[in-house]
Each structure stands twice: as C-alpha cells, then as structure tokens.
C-alpha cells in the first residue's frame, strides 16, 4: 500500500500563480486534511474533509480552496500565490474521528 | 500566549539516558492529548495518545497532568534513533481541529 501520495514534492510560483497539490489515500480512510507548517510554528489546519462530500475551514484557510473529489483524493488550490503562503504543506487521513494518523510526504512551496 | 507550548531544545542527551519533556497547554477543556514525532524535513508521525492515568509504549511514557495543564514524555535507554523533534498536539471535541505545538528537538548522542 502506497498510504498517503501527495504532489508535487517541490514548486516554486511566482506571485499571483495558481497551482494544485494533489493527495491521494488508498487506506479507505474517511477523513483528510490539508495542513500547512512553518519554522517555529506547530501544524496549522488549512481545511479539512470528515467524510466524502464534506468539506470545512480550519485554522488558517484564506487564500486556499479544496475538493474532496472522491473517498481517495482531496486537493488544495492556491488561486493566486502570495508570499506569505510558501510553506511545507502536509495532507493527511484518519478513520473515522481519530487523529491524523497517516501523513503525505509534504511539498515544499515557494512564492516569490 | 500559545495554545500548545514547548521548549524548543535542542535537548542533547547521551545514547542510553532518560529524557523528559513537557508540553503546556492553555485550555482547560482540552480532552486529546497526543505526541507526534517528526524527523528533519519528514513528515510528523503518530508516537502515541496520551491518556488520564497514562500509558507506556516499551520505552516511551506519556503522562498528563490536568490540574496543571501539561502533558509530558519519557524517553528511556535512548537510541541515537529517537534524534527527532517530538511534537506534542492537543484537541477540544473533536480531533478534526488539533492544536500543534512547535515541537522539541531532541539529540541523542553516542
């Protein structure tokens, strides 16, 4: 089993670019999350998805937008990239209502 | 002040030591506590919950301590394979929106 697969692992935008990461999970996991990691700052939720067709704001979702397309995939969109959003973004899923429990392997964003 | 605190370290510790270390908290009706490890640039991974009377997982213990607000994490006969950051993450009603602390780095040396 691959677990959680998320891409690009590294990209680089220029402000005002959009993009997608991708994440998939083949753990027939309910629940997925989009989180985003800066130095010195603990994990901050972007959105996440309870179950499929589900979709909710968390700590930090300015700027962003997600899908959950399916039980396997949930995507985060960058409509147009501003600076302040270069960062490690990590997807994760859990069953049911436990924690995260299985993380992507991240992707390195830059916005310059 | 934060929701989740922890002391950054580095904590360098001799392979074969105990180490410990706290994690505060800032809300009284937090009820998950959990301890995540993270190796540089890796993504963070499950360590173990953290429950009332506390728990052990072979070398690792974890205790909390709700009149103070902190829960804790014991590491003993370290391995130079336990050089990570462990992050120590706390939820409300639900474990959709945890909080995250910043973590604490911790070495071991052989």
């Known amino acids: 089993n691959a677990g959680v697969t998320q891409t690009p692992k590294f990209q680089v935008l220029k402000t005002g670019q959009s993009m997608t990461l991708q994440c998939a999970q083949d753990m027939n996991h309910n629940s997925m999350y989009w989180y985003r990691q800066d130095p010195g700052m603990g994990l901050r939720l972007i959105y996440y998805s309870a179950s499929e067709g589900t979709t909710d704001k968390g700590e930090v979702p300015n700027g962003y937008n997600v899908s959950r397309l399916n039980k396997r995939e949930f995507s985060l969109r960058l409509e147009s990239a501003a600076p302040s959003q270069t960062s490690v973004y990590f997807c994760?899923?859990?069953?049911?209502?436990?924690?995260?429990?299985?993380f992507g392997n991240g992707t390195r964003l830059t916005v310059t | 002040r934060k929701e989740v605190e922890q002391d950054p370290g580095p904590f360098n510790v001799p392979e074969g030591a105990t180490v410990a270390f706290n994690c505060t908290y800032s809300n009284s009706a937090s009820q998950s506590f959990f301890w995540y490890r993270q190796d540089c640039r890796k993504e963070p991974k499950l360590l173990m919950s953290?429950?009332?009377?506390?728990n052990e997982d072979g070398r690792f213990t974890a205790q909390l301590n709700r009149a103070s607000q902190y829960i804790s994490l014991l590491i003993r006969d370290s391995k130079l394979s336990d050089s990570a950051t462990y992050l120590c993450?706390?939820?409300?009603?639900?474990?959709?929106?945890?909080?995250w602390g910043a973590g604490t780095k911790l070495i071991i040396k052989p």
């Open positions: 993450v706390v939820g409300m009603d639900s474990n959709y929106q945890l909080i």
């Open positions: 994760a899923s859990s069953e049911g209502g436990g924690p995260p429990l299985h």
């Open positions: 953290v429950y009332s009377s506390g």
